[in-house]
């Protein structure tokens, strides 16, 4: 079945550059996401990505997909400690049409001073 | 523009009883969904209405959950009765589509 791994923590300095990794299964993913969440919130949308793009950047925000390999990064640059929160990668295995996402168990990204 | 809003924030009972969340999604907005997020997990889609029809129950465990999403905006979902794996949080998030989601709070239920 469908699966998305991520490595469980990321600890960083404040003005260095954080990478997210993520890997996923089903190759037929049309897009692939990155949400943030912040402790006793919901889901943020940061970014997506089309699977047809081997980049996007968004200001801070630059992620790169391999699809060959199904391997999704986002890097942060100049990562703040506003930035601390768990990162979610999520694939849709729908095509993208109707947003049934699957979820990997996201990444707790620590920032210190 | 306001965002989803759940109720309550925070529930807590005892296995057996029966315990219902409320959604109301982004005014506009024809998809809703239930995630469940189980701690130290991502969230897992239970259900998902385009306007208020069901379009995936696929992991809703039917024995025990139930939802509804009357006149397309509101929605509700049920558990009856709890049973003590069920202490998670309650995602609703509703979209556009393309998987774009805007996610509430959540509620958070634990199950004694």
């Known amino acids: 079945g469908e699966d998305v791994e991520q490595s469980l923590f990321l600890s960083v300095r404040e003005g260095d550059s954080s990478v997210i990794n993520c890997t996923y299964t089903?190759?037929?993913?049309?897009?692939l996401y990155w949400y943030k969440q912040e402790p006793g919130a919901g889901l943020q949308l940061l970014t997506y990505?089309?699977?047809?793009?081997d980049m996007k950047q968004d200001q801070r925000l630059t992620v790169l997909l391999n699809k060959k390999d199904k391997h999704l990064s986002l890097r942060i640059a100049d990562t703040q400690t506003g930035d601390s929160a768990i990162y979610f990668c999520?694939?849709?295995?729908?095509?993208?049409?109707?947003?049934?996402?699957?979820f990997g168990k996201g990444t707790k990204l620590s920032v210190k001073p | 523009e306001a965002g989803v809003a759940q109720s309550p924030r925070y529930k807590i009972i005892e296995k057996r009883q029966s315990v219902a969340f409320w959604c109301n999604p982004i005014?506009?907005?024809?998809?809703l969904y239930w995630y469940q997020q189980i701690l130290g997990q991502g969230p897992k889609l239970l259900i998902q209405?385009?306007?208020?029809?069901?379009?995936?129950d696929s992991q809703l465990p039917k024995d025990r959950f139930s939802a509804e999403r009357l006149k397309g905006v509101d929605s509700t979902l049920k558990i009856q009765p709890a049973k003590l794996e069920d202490s998670a949080v309650y995602l609703c998030?509703?979209?556009?589509?393309?998987?774009?989601?805007?996610f509430g709070a959540g509620t958070r239920l634990s199950v004694l």
């Open positions: 990505i089309f699977s047809n793009m």
């Open positions: 005014s506009g907005h024809a998809t």
């Open positions: 209405f385009q306007n208020n029809g069901v379009v995936d």
């Open positions: 089903d190759s037929s993913s049309t897009y």
């Open positions: 998030a509703s979209s556009l589509g393309a998987g774009r989601l805007y």
């Open positions: 999520a694939e849709s295995i729908d095509g993208g049409s109707q947003g049934n996402l699957i």
